[in-house]
């Protein structure tokens, strides 16, 4: 039963380190939150196969608080995700911008990078005092 226990934990330490890679390489927003969700998954079955080999009851608690902490974890992450839309906070080039708002390249009142990328915000308007009453 030993091998079986050193193999489990050996898979989900070597699930868990590739995961941490996957959390710092991205390349975008979902493959960091998929590789945070199993490294709380790797790390609960680490604790599982512990308390198993060691046979320690007292662990359940853990594993319990360690699941719901990965639980809410998700939800809370996924609600944000879901919320902003693809076309939020996305960063555009300088061709983008210009095909939205068309502006003067003549101003130098403002100071533009060389890099090419612009990031757009938009602005909610201002609700006409008047209006209001």
Known sequence: MTIAYILSFA?????????IARVERGPSMFDRILAVDVNAAAVLGIVAVTAAATKRADLVP?????ALIGFI?????ARFAAAESAEEGRILSKEELR????????DDSTSED???VVIAVEVPEEADPEEER
Do not use: E, Q
């Open 73 to 77: 974890y998700s939800v809370t992450v």
């Open 99 to 106: 095909a939205i708002d068309p502006v003067d390249d003549d």
């Open 11 to 19: 898979l989900l330490v070597a699930a868990l380190v590739l995961a």
């Open 114 to 116: 060389d890099s090419g």
């Open 62 to 66: 853990v594993l319990v608080a360690l």
